[in-house]
T-cell receptor, first 118, second 114 residues
Framework: GAGVSQTPSNKVTEKGKYVELRCDPI?????LYWYRQSLGQGPEFLIY????????DSGLPNDRFFAVRPEGSVSTLKIQRTERGDSAVYLC????????????????FGPGTRLTVL | AQSVTQLDSQVPVFEEAPVELRCNYS??????LFWYVQYPNQGLQLLLK??????LVKGINGFEAEFNKSQTSFHLRKPSVHISDTAEYFC????????????FGAGTRLAVHP
């Protein structure tokens, strides 16, 4: 079956521009996560969706970052007025609904979008 | 809050030798523990996870890890590595209960040489 897909795989933009990064989760996965991985670092949590709602956006670095998931499936991460420091690989992951076991459900990661801000 | 420390940024090893990748965590609450592997130009793949029960966890590709609560460690081991194990390895934690926000370490690059 299809895994998590992300588009584009690479995005080069100029400082100050607006970008959108798309994530298609595994069908049936209600939980969706965005992470950011800077060079030489581990992924850092950005935002978590349960269904259509953002249940935790505490990892978004500032108000230039915004994410939506209007139909509870595809999600878009939007970055306004990009800065060179936004350059990183943006990872999306999905999982089944965390149940009574809490964090036990495996997150399946997409290949990421490499964003370069010139 | 939780944090993860991977004690080695790089581990070089010869093929067929044993390897241990070290991971320590800090948390004031109970956690679940994970090891992910990232091959070049690929997404993260789960190697193994500790949720409860036996502290020795076996994963894919011959890897295993041991949860040590007193030392707050979750070291990853393989008795004999292959060239194909060359990759970046990430240790991660999430608090029990609630959802799965993962806190990752900085990663360890395992380089297997012939």
């Amino acid at each position: 079956g299809a895994g998590v897909s992300q588009t584009p795989s690479n995005k080069v933009t100029e400082k100050g521009k607006y970008v959108e990064l798309r994530c298609d989760p595994i069908s049936g996965h209600t939980a969706l996560y965005w992470y950011r991985q800077s060079l030489g670092q581990g992924p850092e949590f950005l935002i978590y969706f349960q269904g259509t709602g953002a249940a935790d956006d505490s990892g978004l670095p500032n108000d230039r970052f915004f994410a939506v998931r209007p139909e509870g499936s595809v999600s878009t991460l939007k970055i306004q007025r990009t800065e060179r420091g936004d350059s990183a690989v943006y990872l999306c992951a999905s999982s089944l609904t965390p149940g009574l076991a809490g964090g036990g459900n495996e997150q399946f990661f997409g290949p990421g979008t490499r964003l370069t801000v010139l | 809050a939780q944090s993860v420390t991977q004690l080695d940024s790089q581990v070089p090893v010869f093929e067929e030798a044993p390897v241990e990748l070290r991971c320590n965590y800090s948390s004031s609450v109970s956690v679940y523990l994970f090891w992910y592997v990232q091959y070049p130009n690929q997404g993260l793949q789960l190697l193994l996870k500790y949720l409860s029960g036996s502290t020795l966890v076996k994963g894919i590709n011959g890897f295993e890890a041991e949860f040590n609560k007193s030392q707050t460690s979750f070291h990853l081991r393989k008795p004999s590595v292959h060239i194909s194990d060359t990759a970046e390895y990430f240790c991660a934690v999430t608090r029990t209960g609630g959802y799965n926000k993962l806190i990752f370490g900085a990663g360890t690059r395992l380089a297997v040489h012939p």
